[in-house]
C-alpha cells in the first residue's frame, strides 16, 4: 500500500502522462468545483489504469493464485498491523483519544497474541480497524480537501492529501521508509503493492462491471470517504441532501455541482 | 441494492494505490457483500420482515432472512445470474425503493424525462444494481454475520440505521448505514453507505454526465449495454 516511494521515480511518468492525455478535457461539461484539474487528473488515471492492467492486476491474481490464502492473510495481516502504529498517531493529532486508544490496544494485542500481527485477532474479538492517515489529520485541523489529485501510480488523492502523503512516507512505519537496508527495503515495498493490490482485485472488478464513467466513480467515492474521515464518528448524523436538486427551477442540461 | 457499496471503492487505476484509498476500497469490496446480505435476500422459512416495526428491528430482520438464505443456497453463492435476480424480486423489492434511488440519483433530471423513460431508467439501474450482488454474494460464507449499532436520534420520516457487517469469518467489519423513509407500506430502503460513501451520491455526476452527452435514453442505453 505504500508505494509512496514511487512517487519521486515518478514524476517523469506523471510530466509525460500529463503531456499525452492531459489536455483532454471533458466535453461540453462545467467542471466540477472540486476537481478543476480534470484533464490532467483523467490522463493519469489512465496511465495508471494502463500500467495496472499490464503489469499489477496479472501479478496480483498470480500472487492470489499461487500463495495460500493464510500465508496472504498473514502479510496483509502484518502490513496493517504497522499501519495502526501510524493511525494511532494520527487520532491522537486530531484530539480523538477513544480511536486513539482503541487503535494503540489493537496493535499491542495484535503484535502480542497475533503474533507480529500474522494473526487480526483484535478485529476477531470485535475491535474494528480505524484506519487514519496524515492527511485526515490536516482535515480536522482545518485545512480544505483543495483539489482533487490524481498521482501516478498512487491513484486517487487531493492538494490536501497529498501532502499528508508526504508525512505519511516519512511518519508511518509501513512505508518502510525507516528500514536501511535497501534491498530488504525494496523487497518489503514490492510485497506491500502487491498484497495492497491482491487486497484490491474484487473491488475493482466491481467498478469495472458498474460504473458508466469509472473515474469519476472512483473520485467520488475517494471524496466522499475522505469527507467521511473528516467528520468522524460525529459526523454521521450528517445526511446528504438530495432534494436540492429536485426542484424544477434547476436549469435544464447544466451539470450538477456538488460542495 | 447493497451493490452500489462495492462500487464504492477502488479503481484500477488506484490499485497500488494511497493506503487510505487502498484500506477504504478493499473494505468496501467486503462489504459490498455484506451488504447485499443484509439487504438482499429474506429467506421463506423465516417470518417476512415487517416494514412497520423499528427502523432497526425491521433492517435485522431483512438482514437475518437474507444472510440465512445466502448461506443455504450454493446457485447465490456461486453469483446465478436468474437466481439472484429471481430472488431480488422476491425478497428484496418490497423493501426497497428502486425508483425512488433511481430519482435521486437522476436529480434534476428525473423530471425531464418521460414516465416511459423513468420506467426504463429504474429497471436499467437496478440491473446495475443486481449485477453488483451477484458477484459479491459469491462470498457469503458461514462466517457472514451483522450487527445492528443503536439507533440514534428520534424515529422520523427519514432515517438512518447503522450496522456492522462482517463479511466472511476473520474479515475486518465493514460500516454499512442504510437510509429509508416511512411510505404508506413500512419502511422503504432508499439509499445504502458504505464506510462513508452514498450509493446515490456516488451515481450522481456519472448520471448528470450521461445525461448531458447523450440525453436520458443515452443514460438508460449506458445502464443496459453494462448489463448485458
Not at chain 2, 437466481?83 to 433511481?102: I, K
Request: aromatic content about 8%; proline content about 6%; hydrophobic content about 40%.
Amino acid at each position: 500500500m505504500k508505494a509512496r516511494r514511487s512517487l519521486a521515480r515518478a514524476v517523469p511518468a506523471l510530466t509525460l502522462a500529463a503531456a499525452v492525455a492531459g489536455c483532454a478535457a471533458p466535453q461540453g461539461q462545467q467542471p466540477d468545483p472540486r476537481d478543476p484539474w480534470e484533464g490532467f487528473n483523467r490522463g493519469v488515471y489512465k496511465f495508471n489504469d494502463t500500467v495496472d492492467r499490464a503489469v499489477l492486476r496479472p501479478v496480483a491474481e498470480l500472487y492470489t493464485f499461487a500463495a495460500p490464502e493464510p500465508a496472504r492473510n498473514c502479510v496483509h495481516n502484518m502490513f496493517s498491523n504497522l499501519g495502526d502504529l501510524w493511525s494511532a498517531a494520527n487520532s491522537f493529532l486530531q484530539g480523538r483519544g477513544h480511536d486513539f486508544v482503541n487503535t494503540l490496544g489493537r496493535f499491542l494485542f495484535n503484535t502480542t497474541m497475533g503474533v507480529g500481527g500474522c494473526f487480526d485477532v483484535a478485529s476477531a474479538n470485535g475491535a474494528r480497524r480505524i484506519p487514519n492517515d496524515f492527511g485526515v489529520t490536516l482535515g480536522v485541523w482545518g485545512l480544505g480537501q483543495g483539489p482533487y489529485l490524481v498521482l501516478p501510480f498512487l491513484g486517487s488523492s487531493s492538494v490536501r492529501d497529498g501532502v499528508g502523503l508526504g508525512v505519511d512516507f516519512v511518519g508511518d512505519p509501513a512505508s518502510m521508509s525507516q528500514v536501511d537496508n535497501v534491498r530488504l527495503r525494496n523487497s518489503l515495498w514490492g510485497l506491500e503493492v502487491v498484497d495492497t493490490r491482491a487486497s484490491l482485485l474484487e473491488a475493482s472488478k466491481t467498478v469495472d462491471r458498474t460504473a458508466l464513467d469509472p473515474y469519476s466513480f472512483v473520485r467520488d467515492a475517494y471524496l466522499q470517504r475522505r469527507a467521511a474521515q473528516v467528520r468522524g464518528s460525529k459526523g454521521q448524523d450528517e445526511l446528504p441532501d438530495y432534494s436540492i436538486e429536485d426542484d424544477d427551477d434547476a436549469p435544464p442540461a447544466q451539470p450538477q455541482s456538488k460542495p | 441494492m447493497p451493490l452500489f457499496a462495492t462500487a464504492t471503492a477502488t479503481t484500477a487505476a488506484a490499485a497500488p494505490a494511497a493506503p487510505r484509498a487502498a484500506l477504504a476500497l478493499r473494505r468496501l469490496c467486503a462489504a459490498a457483500l455484506a451488504v447485499l446480505a443484509a439487504l438482499a435476500l429474506a429467506a421463506p422459512a423465516q417470518a417476512a420482515p415487517d416494514p412497520n416495526a423499528a427502523p432497526n428491528d425491521f433492517v435485522a430482520q431483512v438482514a437475518d432472512q437474507a444472510l440465512d438464505v445466502l448461506k443455504k443456497d450454493p446457485q447465490l453463492r456461486s453469483g446465478d445470474i436468474a437466481r439472484v435476480n429471481q430472488v431480488v424480486d422476491q425478497y428484496v423489492l418490497p423493501y426497497v425503493d428502486f425508483e425512488r434511488t433511481t430519482r435521486l440519483a437522476a436529480g434534476r433530471y428525473w423530471r425531464q424525462a418521460t414516465p416511459q423513460q423513468q420506467q426504463a431508467l429504474s429497471q436499467a439501474f437496478r440491473g446495475t444494481l443486481v449485477r453488483t450482488y451477484s458477484g459479491a454474494l459469491a462470498n457469503v460464507d458461514q462466517g457472514t454475520s451483522i450487527r445492528m449499532l443503536p439507533f440514534r436520534g428520534e424515529v422520523g420520516d427519514d432515517v438512518v440505521v447503522r450496522s456492522q457487517i462482517v463479511p466472511q469469518a476473520n474479515a475486518q467489519p465493514v460500516g454499512v448505514d442504510y437510509r429509508m423513509a416511512r411510505t404508506e407500506q413500512g419502511w422503504k430502503i432508499y439509499d445504502l453507505n458504505v464506510e462513508g460513501i452514498w450509493l446515490i451520491q456516488n451515481y450522481r455526476n456519472q448520471f448528470s454526465q450521461q445525461i448531458n452527452q447523450n440525453g436520458i435514453d443515452g443514460l438508460i442505453q449506458a445502464l443496459n449495454q453494462r448489463n448485458q
